[in-house]
């Protein structure tokens, strides 16, 4: 039997996937591990995934911490012994390099002129030895976004010696650290009362709090909206709907149909969505920066809140699928997403999103876009409100769609129409229940 140690990787769980953070080990050294067997779990920008053993053995040793982010794919993480070998056959650890002697008493510079002994003048600081090499040093991605972001050389970062390589607590520690020792510190401004955000972070105040650090879902949330709002455009469109023919339509259906398969207002609105981008495609579109691109079907992305922030999982080809099959596959992906179960194929790309937030008594929304995507669908809730037909008043049971859109890819009129055709669609609905 070999007695060689089985590396344990980080795996590549999506194809354009180059690190991601290893969120928890599952197991502990000296634990015995079965081929296949979660071990750990991986945490990439929308999921979490489990890294199962590569072999039977004990796990002998970690080598990356749970909770490290940026862990590109490839790296060592641990290693699984033979349960029958000798530990002294596995790999040892580094050994620690021998303590450094300690430094020899230097006498006292003599004091300058005009400076009592032990005075105020500071000492300088010590020159920083030369780099080994000219290199740039490796970066995470998410650094380097950090670091662009804040106009900050990364060959300038002072790196943690151990790690090899600059990370988000890297560029952190740089931006709260101040400008760079010996530079020459800018004339005094006069003292400025803080402004209402500033004075929510003073930490004189008195005001109990807790600091929570981001999980990978919250922070790539938090960059594409950002950059989203900072870069796109929005224009607003909404649009009321008389929907009391579309639910009395879908009570009927739920009669018929098992009690798991029952038909929720979200699975219509998807349908009719995705109908209305086939009929408007000039709004099933996406900025790219040089142009618009024009998809020739609709992957519609449908906003799920879960425990670790907000994702879409896509329906593909929603434009083809009747209003059953999409609503099994929004059972399916939400459930899914909610336990953090995703494939990355599974909401990576889109060409549209629906945001429903009607299930929380939300009247309107004004949803921010989903970058590249064109446009987005903001869902209010139900309402029952007076309204006008024929010069009467009646009671109607009304819904607000708000169209979220990019003016750099469509137009105020193409919004328009794009909404008309829903509204069509949901106070005629034959074609939703087609």
Same mark, same amino acid.
């Not at 002072?158 to 988000?168: C, E, F, I, N, Q």
């Not at 931006?175 to 020459?184: E, H």
């Not at 981001?214 to 929907?243: G, I, N, W």
């Given at each position: 039997m070999t007695t060689e140690a089985v590396e344990v990787l980080m795996p590549e769980v999506a194809a354009s996937m180059t690190s991601a953070t290893l969120a928890a080990w599952l197991k502990q050294p000296g634990d015995s591990v079965k081929a296949g067997e979660p071990i750990a779990e991986v945490e990439t920008d929308k999921t979490t995934v489990e890294l199962e053993a590569?072999?039977?053995?004990?796990?002998?040793?970690?080598?990356?911490?749970?909770?490290?982010?940026?862990?590109?794919?490839?790296?060592?993480?641990?290693?699984?012994?033979?349960?029958?070998?000798?530990?002294?056959?596995?790999?040892?650890?580094?050994?620690?390099?021998?303590? *450094?002697? #300690? +430094?020899?008493?230097?006498?006292? @510079?003599?004091? &300058? $002129?005009?400076? =009592?002994?032990?005075?105020? !003048?500071?000492?300088?600081?010590?020159?920083?030895?030369?780099?080994?090499?000219?290199?740039?040093?490796?970066?995470?991605?998410?650094?380097?976004?950090?670091?662009?972001?804040?106009?900050?050389?990364?060959?300038?970062?002072?790196?943690?010696?151990?790690?090899?390589?600059?990370?988000?607590?890297?560029?952190?520690?740089?931006?709260? *650290?101040? #400008? +760079?020792?010996?530079?020459?510190? @800018?004339?005094? &401004? $006069?003292?400025? =009362?803080?402004?209402?955000? !500033?004075?929510?972070?003073?930490?004189?105040?008195?005001?109990?709090?807790?600091?929570?650090?981001?999980?990978?879902?919250?922070?790539?949330?938090?960059?594409?909206?950002?950059?989203?709002?900072?870069?796109?455009?929005?224009?607003?469109?909404?649009?009321?709907?008389?929907?009391?023919?579309?639910?009395?339509?879908?009570?009927?259906?739920?009669?018929?149909?098992?009690?798991?398969?029952a038909l929720t207002l979200n699975d219509i609105i998807v349908r009719a969505a995705a109908l209305a981008l086939a009929a408007v495609p000039e709004a099933n579109v996406a900025w790219t920066g040089a142009g618009i691109r024009r998809f020739g079907r609709v992957d519609l992305a449908v906003a799920v809140a879960t425990d670790s922030g907000l994702v879409t999982p896509i329906v593909r080809s929603a434009d083809t699928k009747c209003v059953t099959t999409i609503a099994a596959e929004l059972r399916d992906l939400t459930d899914r997403a909610r336990d953090g179960k995703l494939a990355p194929e599974e909401y990576a790309g889109g060409t549209c999103t629906v945001s429903n937030l009607g299930m929380f008594g939300i009247s309107s929304l004004y949803p921010i876009l989903n970058p590249p995507q064109g446009c987005i669908f903001g869902i209010g809730a139900l309402e029952e409100r007076p309204v006008v037909r024929k010069k009467k008043v009646r009671v109607a049971t009304m819904l607000t769609v708000t169209l979220a859109a990019d003016h750099r890819a469509l137009d105020g009129a193409t919004g328009a129409d794009l909404l008309r055709t829903f509204r069509a669609l949901l106070e005629d609905p034959r074609l939703l229940f087609a």
């Open positions: 590569p072999a039977d053995g004990i796990l002998d040793r970690i080598r990356v911490d749970a909770g490290t982010e940026g862990v590109e794919v490839g790296t060592l993480l641990g290693l699984i012994r033979p349960p029958t070998a000798d530990e002294s056959l596995v790999e040892p650890p580094p050994a620690e390099p021998p303590p *450094a002697d #300690p +430094p020899m008493p230097v006498a006292p @510079p003599p004091t &300058a $002129p005009g400076f =009592p002994a032990g005075g105020t !003048e500071p000492s300088p600081e010590p020159a920083s030895p030369p780099s080994a090499s000219n290199e740039a040093p490796s970066v995470t991605p998410l650094a380097a976004r950090m670091a662009a972001h804040a106009g900050i050389d990364v060959a300038a970062v002072t790196l943690d010696p151990d790690a090899g390589r600059v990370t988000m607590r890297d560029i952190e520690q740089t931006l709260g *650290a101040g #400008p +760079p020792a010996g530079a020459s510190a @800018p004339d005094a &401004a $006069p003292e400025l =009362p803080p402004t209402r955000l !500033e004075s929510l972070h003073d930490s004189s105040s008195d005001t109990p709090y807790r600091d929570e650090a981001l999980t990978a879902v919250r922070r790539v949330t938090a960059e594409r909206m950002t950059y989203a709002k900072q870069t796109a455009p929005h224009f607003y469109l909404s649009m009321d709907c008389a929907v009391d023919r579309m639910l009395k339509r879908r009570a009927r259906a739920n009669a018929a149909a098992a009690m798991n398969e």
